[in-house]
C-alpha cells in the first residue's frame, strides 16, 4: 500500500507518529524519475504488510530536513540517499560517504575520541583471513572499544542501480547476487514484489520448494556463523564438526537444485523445477543431518570455557533493539521479535506451523547463537512439514505464467540475517526500478553501539554473532 | 574438553582423497554450460550475460542459470565435473566453447610460461585472497577449503595473512573499483614469483554486473590474471582445481600428475 504525503516534513511526522504507535521502521530510499524530482519513500513494517510512505522534494531542491534526529534508524539510509543523490538531509549528524567511494584524500582515518593514547587500528578492507571486504577503523587506547567506524564503500557493486531495465526473470538472477549467502531469500522477495504487481499466486507446491530452501539456507548460514565463533575461541575440533555440517548442508542443497546455494531456484510465478529428490528421501536426509548437528550444539552450548567469551559480550539493549527495529537473530536476542515468517507469511508458511520465538533479553552473543539454534531445530521441522505436504502434491505444477506489466510493490522474506525488504516499480514489462534493502544494511549499523565494555579481543566474537555479509550492506 | 576428543573421532575420516582418487561429489558436479556445436544467431534473450555467440559459449560469462539448456536442449548441455578439463583455463579466450582452434597455441604458451614461473612452488604454497566485490557466495566456498571435507593443508597449501608472504592470489568479485586501490597495493605487496586466480564468473568477466561507475567488470582491469576459474559460485573442488593448476601440480586439462 502505497501513500503519499504532501510534503517531506508532513512525510516524517507520520512515519514517527506509526513508529511510536508501533509499526516498525523498515527502510528509506531515493528515487529520481528521469526530469522529476527527487521522491523520498519510507517503508513501514506492519502485521499484515509493508507500508510505503512518500513524498516528492520541492523540483531541484538540493536538502531536506533529515529524519534521523527524529529516528536513529535512519542513520545509515539518509547517507546512502545523499551518496546516490546529492541531496542533502539538513541536520543529519554524520554525512560521510557511506556506499559510494569518495575520492582517496576523503579516505583519511577520521577521530571521535580524543585523549591521552587513543590511537585507531584500520582492519581492513583486505582482512587477514578469507573475509569480504569491509575496513573498521577501531579507535582504542589500548584494550577498550570506545567507538568503532565501518566504512563499507569498498565494495559497492551498483546492484541497485543495475536492475533497471532487466526483465524480471534476468532480475531474479541478480537479485539472488545481491547478498549471495542468502540468495533464496533475495530471490523470494523480488519475486513475491512481481507476483503481486503480476496478480499471480505460484502453486502450493512451488510454495513448499520455497519453503526448504529458504529453511536450508537458514541451517547453512546459521553453521556458518557457529564455524566462525568456535574459530575465534580456538576450538579446532567444533570449527572442523560445523564446517563439516555446512558442507552437507550445502551438498543437499546441491542435490536438490545443481546449486550449492539455492539459485536458479525460485522464479517469478514459482519454482523452476520440482527438487531432484524425492521427498521422502528429503525428508530422511534432514532427519540425519538434524540428529548429528544437535548433538554437537549441545556439546558447544556445554563448553564452558567457549560460553565465557559469548556471555555478556556485544550486548544490545532491548530498548535499542525495538527502537532500531533491529531485525532478524540481532533483534530477537534482545527481546525484539518480527519474524517475518509469523507476522507477515508468505509461500508455504501460510500452510506450516511456525513457532514462535524463545524469549530472549540478554541482546548479547551468546544470546545470539542461542537463537541461531533454536532457528535451526524449528528449520529442520518446517524442512520435515514441507517434505510431507509436498509428498502429496506430486502432482502440481512448479510455476505459473507470471508477466507483470506495471505496477509497483513491496516484497518481504525472512533471510537468515532478517528480513529482506525489495521496492520492485515494472513498467512495460521490465523493471523501471528496484531498490533492495537487506537485513545486513538494517543490521551492522548497530555494530557501533555494542562495545560497551569489551575488548580488542572480543572483536571476532561480535562480529560473527551479527552474522551479516558486507555484499548486502554495500549494494 | 576431552567430549571434543571424542567428537573429533566420531565420523572417521570425511577428507575427499582428490585428486589421488576420483570423488564422485566433484565428478556430478554441474558445472558451466557447454554449445554442443556451433549455435548460429539465437535469440539474445536466452542468455541473461550475453554469454552466448553465433561461435559458441563463453563460460566465463556463463552464471549457470540453465535458461539456455533449458529451453534449447538441441544446442546447450551442463558441462560435467568440478575438475575436468573445463575447470579453469590459462587464457581467457579458452574458456569460450567450442574452443576455437587458435587458442590451443596460446594455452600451450602460457602453461610453459605458468611452469617455468612456479617450478619452485610446486610442494608448498601460500595462498592470499581478496575480495574485490563478491557477493558472499565465493568466500564461503573458499573457506570450505580450509575445513575437514577439502583440507587443502594435505596438498601443501595454506592460507596467510601477509602478501609478502604469499605465492597465490585468489581474487573474488566483479571488481569494485573501491577495492582497485587495496587489491593492486596486495598484488604489488607479493614477491615473484606469483600467480593471480580470478574465482569465479563475477571475477573473470563481471558476470551481470556490467563494467559500471562502480564496477571494472572483472579483476584483470586492476591484475594480471593466470587463471581463469568460472562458476557462481565455482565449487570448492574448482577453487582446488585452479589451485593445483596455478603451481602446476596439476596439468590443465585435469590429468592428475601427482
Known amino acids: 500500500m502505497t501513500m503519499t504525503q504532501p510534503g517531506v516534513t508532513a512525510l516524517w511526522d507520520e512515519l514517527c507518529s506509526r513508529v511510536k504507535a508501533g509499526d516498525r521502521f523498515a527502510g528509506l530510499s531515493g528515487s529520481q524519475p528521469e526530469g522529476g524530482p527527487l521522491v523520498l519513500s519510507a517503508h513501514l513494517a506492519t502485521a499484515g504488510g509493508i507500508d510505503t510512505l512518500e513524498a516528492p522534494l520541492p523540483p531541484s531542491a538540493a536538502s531536506y530536513p533529515a529524519l534521523t534526529p527524529r529516528l536513529g534508524a535512519a542513520f545509515w539510509y539518509e547517507r546512502v540517499i545523499h551518496d546516490r543523490f546529492g541531496v542533502v538531509p539538513d541536520g543529519h549528524p554524520r554525512l560521510a560517504p557511506l556506499i559510494r567511494p569518495g575520492p582517496p584524500e576523503d579516505h583519511a582515518l577520521p577521530r571521535h575520541v580524543t585523549g591521552y593514547g587513543v590511537f585507531t587500528i584500520p582492519h581492513g578492507p583486505v582482512r587477514s583471513g578469507v573475509m569480504e571486504s ?6 582504542t587506547p589500548g584494550e577498550a572499544i570506545p567507538h568503532l567506524n565501518m566504512r563499507v564503500f569498498y565494495k559497492h557493486r551498483g546492484v541497485a542501480d543495475r536492475f533497471a531495465g532487466m526483465t524480471p526473470a534476468d532480475a531474479v538472477l541478480l537479485a539472488e547476487r545481491a547478498e549471495g ?10 519475486c513475491h514484489a512481481v507476483e503481486q504487481i503480476a496478480g499471480c499466486q505460484p502453486p502450493p507446491a512451488a510454495g ?69 529428490l524425492p521427498p521422502a528421501q528429503i525428508r530422511a536426509e534432514a532427519g540425519k543431518l538434524r540428529q548429528a548437528i544437535s548433538a554437537d550444539a549441545g556439546a558447544l552450548m556445554g563448553t564452558s570455557s567457549f560460553l565465557d567469551r559469548l556471555r555478556g559480550t556485544g550486548p544490545l539493549t532491548p530498548a535499542r533493539a525495538r527502537q532500531h527495529g533491529a531485525l532478524g537473530p540481532v533483534g530477537k536476542a534482545a527481546g525484539y521479535a518480527d519474524d517475518a515468517r509469523l507476522v507477515r507469511p508468505y509461500d508455504g508458511y501460510w500452510s506450516l506451523a511456525v513457532p514462535p520465538a524463545a524469549a530472549h533479553s540478554a541482546g548479547d552473543a551468546l544470546a545470539r547463537l542461542r537463537v541461531r539454534w533454536e532457528e535451526v531445530d524449528q528449520a529442520f521441522g518446517l524442512i520435515r512439514q514441507a517434505a510431507e505436504d509436498l509428498a502429496e502434491r506430486a502432482g502440481d505444477r512448479a510455476r505459473l505464467p507470471c508477466e507483470p506489466v ?13 528480513e529482506v525488504l525489495y521496492d520492485v516499480e515494472v513498467a512495460d514489462g521490465r523493471i523501471a526500478r528496484c531498490q533492495p534493502r537487506s537485513a545486513s544494511f538494517h543490521n551492522l549499523v548497530l555494530m557501533h553501539e555494542v562495545f560497551t565494555g569489551d575488548i580488542l579481543t572480543d572483536f571476532p566474537f561480535i562480529e560473527a554473532s551479527f552474522g551479516l555479509s558486507v555484499a548486502g550492506v554495500s549494494l | 574438553m576431552s567430549i571434543w576428543v571424542l567428537r573429533g573421532l566420531r565420523d572417521g575420516v570425511v577428507t575427499t582423497r582428490w585428486p589421488a582418487r576420483p570423488d564422485s561429489y566433484a565428478d556430478g558436479w554441474r558445472g558451466p554450460a557447454r554449445a554442443l556445436r556451433p549455435v548460429g544467431s539465437v535469440d539474445p534473450a536466452l542468455c541473461p550475460t550475453g554469454a552466448i555467440s553465433p561461435q559458441g559459449i563463453d563460460q566465463g560469462r556463463c552464471i549457470l542459470c540453465g535458461r539456455c539448456v533449458t529451453e534449447r536442449p538441441d544446442l546447450f548441455a551442463w558441462s560435467r565435473g568440478a575438475t575436468g578439463p573445463a575447470a579453469a583455463a590459462l587464457a581467457r579466450d579458452a574458456l569460450v566453447v567450442p574452443e576455437p582452434p587458435e587458442t590451443d597455441e596460446a594455452v600451450a604458451a602460457a602453461r610453459a610460461r605458468l611452469r617455468a614461473r612456479t617450478a619452485a612452488l610446486r610442494r608448498s604454497v601460500h595462498v592470499r585472497h581478496v575480495d574485490a566485490g563478491s557477493d558472499g557466495s565465493e568466500e564461503w566456498e573458499i573457506q570450505a577449503l580450509l575445513g575437514p571435507v577439502y583440507d587443502i593443508g594435505r596438498l601443501g597449501v595454506f592460507f596467510t595473512a601477509s602478501p609478502r608472504h604469499a605465492d597465490v592470489l585468489l581474487v573474488t568479485g566483479a571488481g569494485a573499483r573501491g577495492m582497485a586501490g587495496p587489491l593492486r597495493t596486495t598484488y604489488d605487496g607479493m614477491p615473484d614469483p606469483r600467480v593471480v586466480i580470478a574465482v569465479g564468473t563475477d571475477a573473470v568477466s563481471g558476470g551481470l554486473l556490467r563494467e559500471s561507475e562502480a564496477v571494472t567488470g572483472g579483476v584483470a582491469a586492476t591484475v594480471p590474471v593466470d587463471v581463469w576459474l568460472p562458476g557462481s559460485p565455482p565449487s570448492p ?22
Open chain 1, 134 to 139: 569491509i575496513e573498521y577503523l577501531v579507535e
Open chain 1, 208 to 276: 513448499l520448494v520455497r519453503v526448504l530452501h529458504a529453511e536450508l539456507e537458514r541451517i547453512a548460514n546459521h553453521l556458518d556463523v557457529a564455524v566462525r565463533l568456535a574459530d575465534a575461541a580456538g576450538l579446532a575440533v567444533a570449527t572442523a564438526r560445523f564446517a563439516l555440517h555446512k558442507e552437507r548442508v550445502q551438498r543437499l542443497v546441491s542435490a536438490l537444485c545443481g546449486s550449492r546455494f539455492g539459485r536458479g531456484v525460485v522464479v517469478p510465478g514459482g519454482v523452476a523445477a520440482l527438487p531432484l
Open chain 1, 181 to 190: 549467502i542468502a540468495s533464496v531469500a533475495h530471490a523470494l522477495a523480488f
Open chain 1, 406 to 418: 506495471r505496477g509497483r510493490a513491496a516484497g518481504w522474506a525472512e533471510a537468515p540475517q532478517g
Open chain 2, 237 to 258: 573442488f574448482g577453487i582446488l582445481t585452479a589451485l593445483l593448476i596455478a603451481v602446476g601440480q596439476l596439468a590443465s586439462g585435469g590429468k592428475g600428475t601427482r
